[in-house]
C-alpha cells in the first residue's frame, strides 16, 4: 500500500492550528516537573494544597510549586480554587523537553483553574472584577474563556462576562469587565466562524 507524503508546510499548518484550538488536552509536561521535583512527586491534592499554603513561592522551590499546582488541578480539587486565584500571576520555571503549546502554560495556575472546570468560574469572575494587578485579571479571563471552550462553548464565555458587564452599577467594575473582554478577543479571536461568534456574544451577550 502506498504511502501518503505529507508536505512539511502542511505539518506545520496543522500543528498550529492545533495549538491555537480551545479545548486541548492539559500540558504533557506535569510529569517532567514530578521528576524534578522528587521530594514531594507522591503529593495526593490534600498534601498538595498544604504544601502551596505553607510554601510561598520563590526561585529555589518554584519547581516544586508548579508540580503542587499541577496535582490541585489535574485532580479538580475545589478546595484548591482560592489558593490557585492567589497564584495566578506565578510563572513556572522552565525545564528543558517541556512543551510551551497551550494558551497559559507559563502560569500553572491558569492550566489548574482550567482543569477544576466551571466550580473555578465565580471565583476567576470576582478576580477579574476585583483584582488591580493586570496580568492577574488577564489570567483570571484566560481561565475564564479556556473553562468555556473545553466543550467548544466559547461565545459563551464571552457572553457571560458581557452580562455581567451589562449588569453591574460599578464603573470600575464595567471597565474591568470591558478591558478583559477585549484584551481576551485580541489574543484569541482572530478568523473564522468561532472567532465572529465570539465577538458577537462578546458585543451582544448572547449565547452561540
Known sequence: MKKTKIPAVMIALLLSLACQAYGQKRDTNHEVYKTACPSEANLTAPDALKFLNDNPPTPVNAICETWAIYVVGDNQYEPGIPKLITLLGFRRPDIQMTWNHLPGS?????????????????????????????????????????????????ARGFAALRREAMKSRDDVVKYRLEEAIQGELKRSCVSGPLADNCRQSAADGVDR
Open 106 to 154: 507559563f502560569y500553572p495556575a491558569v492550566e489548574a483553574l482550567t482543569e477544576i472546570g466551571n466550580p473555578a468560574l465565580p471565583a476567576l469572575l470576582t478576580e477579574i472584577e476585583t483584582s488591580a494587578v493586570d496580568l492577574w485579571r488577564t489570567n483570571a479571563t484566560r481561565a475564564w474563556i479556556l473553562i468555556y471552550g473545553i466543550h467548544g462553548k466559547e
